[in-house]
C-alpha cells in the first residue's frame, strides 16, 4: 500500500485530474444506463428525486465521520444555493433527454458543454486557452456533428439536453470555484441537499410508488452519481476546467456500448466516425 501511495504522490496533478475524470465518466455512463432503463416505468422527476435524495443518504457517514455540522459549515451558502437551483435545472432536463433519446445521441449532445464551458472559463475563472486546445475544442465539436447528423427539424428533447449542457456547464464553473475553499463532501452535502428539496413538489405531484426492485435500482443510481461527482471535483481541484471537461468525450465509447447492449442501439457508421473525431481531439487535448 506504501508503495501504491508513493506512486501516486508522483504523479502530476494533471495526470492525477485525467484520471479522476475518466473514472467520473464511467460511474456517469452506468447512471445513464439506470436513469434510462428506470424512465420506462417512473416519471422521470421522481428518479430525478431519488437520486438527489438517496445521494444524500450515501455522503452522511463522511459528513459525520468528518465532524458533522463542522464539515458542512460554510461561508458561502449563497453560491451553493446558486450551484443547487442551477443542478436541480440540469438534473432534470438530462433526465429527461436520457428516458426519451437513444443513449448515445444524448450521449453525444452532452459534449456540447465543453464548447460553453471555454467561454466560461475563460469569462468567470480567468483561465488562459491557448489556441492548440481551441482548435482540438473545435475539431472535437465537428465531430459531433457528424455523429448527430443534424437535419432541419430538431426534436424538443434534442434542444432540452443542449440545454442541460449550458446549464451544467455554469454549474462545473460554480463547483470550480467553490472547490478552492470547499471540501467535496460539503459540495456533494449541498448539491444533494438542495436538489432534494427543490425537485420534492414536482415529485409528489407526478408521484408513482416504486417496487422493491426499483428501489434497489434508484439506490445504485446514487451511488453512480455521488461518486461520479466525487470524481469530477477531485478533478477540477487539480486542473483547469477546460482540461478537464473535454475528457468526457471518451463517455461515448461506453455509451454506444451499453445502448447496444442494454437497449439493443445500433449506432449509425457516422456516428462513429464522429466519435472517434472526438475521441482523438480528447487524447490530444490531455497531451
Not at 422521470?44 to 458533522?68: H, K, M
Not at 428516458?99 to 469569462?123: D, E, K, N, Q
Not at 465537428?142 to 432540452?160: N, Q
Not at 461506453?254 to 482523438?280: D, H, N, Q
Amino acid at each position: 500500500m506504501k508503495s501504491i501511495y508513493t506512486f501516486w504522490v508522483k504523479i502530476p496533478n494533471v495526470t492525477k485530474a485525467i484520471f479522476w475524470a475518466l473514472l467520473g465518466t464511467v460511474f456517469m455512463t452506468a447512471m445513464s444506463v439506470l436513469i434510462k432503463y428506470l424512465g420506462g416505468t417512473l416519471p422521470f422527476v421522481e428518479v430525478a428525486w431519488f437520486r438527489a435524495f438517496f445521494g444524500l443518504i450515501i455522503i452522511s457517514p463522511f459528513i459525520l465521520n468528518r465532524g458533522g455540522l463542522k464539515a458542512i459549515y460554510t461561508k458561502k451558502i449563497r453560491m451553493h444555493l446558486i450551484r443547487g437551483v442551477l443542478a436541480v435545472l440540469a438534473m432534470l432536463s438530462g433526465f429527461y433527454a436520457v428516458t426519451v433519446l437513444p443513449l448515445t445521441l444524448v450521449t453525444t449532445l452532452g459534449f456540447s458543454r465543453p464548447l460553453f464551458m471555454i467561454p466560461l472559463a475563460i469569462l468567470f475563472l480567468h483561465e488562459v486557452v491557448k489556441a492548440r486546445r481551441w482548435s482540438a475544442t473545435i475539431i472535437g465539436f465537428i465531430g459531433i456533428l457528424i455523429a448527430i447528423r443534424p437535419s432541419g427539424e430538431i426534436e424538443p428533447a434534442v434542444l432540452i439536453a443542449l440545454f442541460s449542457s449550458f446549464i451544467f456547464a455554469i454549474v462545473m464553473i460554480t463547483t470550480k470555484k467553490l472547490s478552492a475553499t470547499e471540501a467535496p463532501t460539503t459540495l456533494m452535502f449541498y448539491q444533494g441537499f438542495l436538489s432534494s428539496l427543490f425537485i420534492l413538489p414536482l415529485c409528489l405531484f407526478f408521484w408513482e410508488t416504486p417496487n422493491i426492485n426499483e428501489l434497489i435500482l434508484l439506490f445504485m443510481l446514487a451511488i453512480f452519481g455521488s461518486l461520479s461527482v466525487n470524481c469530477t471535483i477531485r478533478a477540477l481541484k487539480l486542473a483547469d476546467t477546460t482540461i478537464v471537461s473535454p475528457i468526457e468525450y471518451i463517455r461515448i465509447i461506453f455509451a454506444t456500448f451499453a445502448g447496444f447492449i442494454i437497449f439493443m442501439e445500433i449506432p449509425s457508421i457516422w456516428t462513429l466516425v464522429g466519435g472517434l473525431i472526438i475521441i482523438f481531439s480528447t487524447v490530444y487535448i490531455a497531451y
